[in-house]
């Protein structure tokens, strides 16, 4: 039960974003409202500068909106002072990125460390949980390789991982497949489903691979600033 179900994880009221051109201001955003319950899979769809990398933003509260709100779990981030922020997104959202964003002079298995070390986990739990997610990303051989040994795929699994690693409330990606070819795509959101809807973990993800649609429970469009075009892809 996906819609309906009465824990809203994200909830976006009247959301507008405006960039400043010179003395212009850009609507990139506009009376944008959204809910997305626990456990749900949102796809996100959209023609390239459609606003979808920007609303992710609003979502994580990397950004804050032009006007509206954004509550997530209840709390609204656009009450939270920058620091309250940082530290909200820290324990409670996960991000996967297009192009990885793993630290490269950090190994894997310290680049699955480290959002455990942010969120104080004690070194021995912390260090079962990274073996543990190791294990389930098939990258255990590979633990002390820094990220530009690996593989797209392989740094794509790790980044995965790395997302889950803190048990965070929501998980946002933004296009984590294109940067991937067909095949190795289709494995990474394989993982990605398993790993993160299988631990019932709330997932966003920004994609054009209509592999993506097959798992999702809705496929929401981004056009003219606004969410559009409710498609249910599997019967619920
Ligand atoms: N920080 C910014 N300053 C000015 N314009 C921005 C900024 N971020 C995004 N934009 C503009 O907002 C629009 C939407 O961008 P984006 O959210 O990245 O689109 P998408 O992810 O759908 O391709 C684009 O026209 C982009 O140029
Ligand atoms: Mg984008």
Redesign the pocket.
């Given at each position: 039960m996906i819609l309906g179900s009465t824990e809203i994880v994200v909830e976006i009221k009247g959301v507008r974003r405006c960039?400043?051109?010179g003395d212009r201001a850009?609507k990139?955003l506009e009376n944008l409202d959204l809910q997305v319950a626990k456990g749900e899979c949102l796809a996100l769809i959209?023609?390239?500068?459609?606003?979808?990398?920007?609303?992710l933003n609003l979502i994580s509260g990397i950004d804050r909106p032009t006007a509206g709100e954004v509550h997530i779990n209840g709390v609204n981030l656009t009450a939270l002072s920058e620091t309250e922020l940082t530290l909200f997104r820290r324990r409670h959202i996960g991000f996967i990125y297009q192009f990885f964003n793993l630290i490269p002079t950090l190994n894997i298995e310290e680049n699955l460390l480290l959002p455990l070390e942010l969120n104080q986990y004690p070194v021995r739990e912390a260090g079962l949980r990274v073996a543990s997610l190791l294990e389930e990303i098939a990258l255990a051989d590979r633990c002390t390789a820094f990220p530009d040994q690996l593989s797209g795929g392989e740094q794509q699994r790790v980044a995965i991982a790395r997302a889950l690693a803190h048990d965070p409330l929501l998980v946002l990606a933004?296009e984590p497949t294109g940067n991937l070819d067909d095949n190795t795509g289709c494995s990474v959101l394989n993982l990605m489903q398993g790993l993160l809807l299988n631990a019932g973990k709330t997932l966003i993800v920004?994609t054009h691979s209509k592999q993506v649609s097959r798992f999702a429970d809705r496929v929401l469009t981004?056009v003219d600033g606004r969410l559009e075009q409710l498609v249910y892809t599997r019967d619920e």
């Open positions: 960039f400043r051109e850009r990139v959209g023609r390239s500068g459609s606003g979808k990398s920007t609303l933004d920004v981004l």
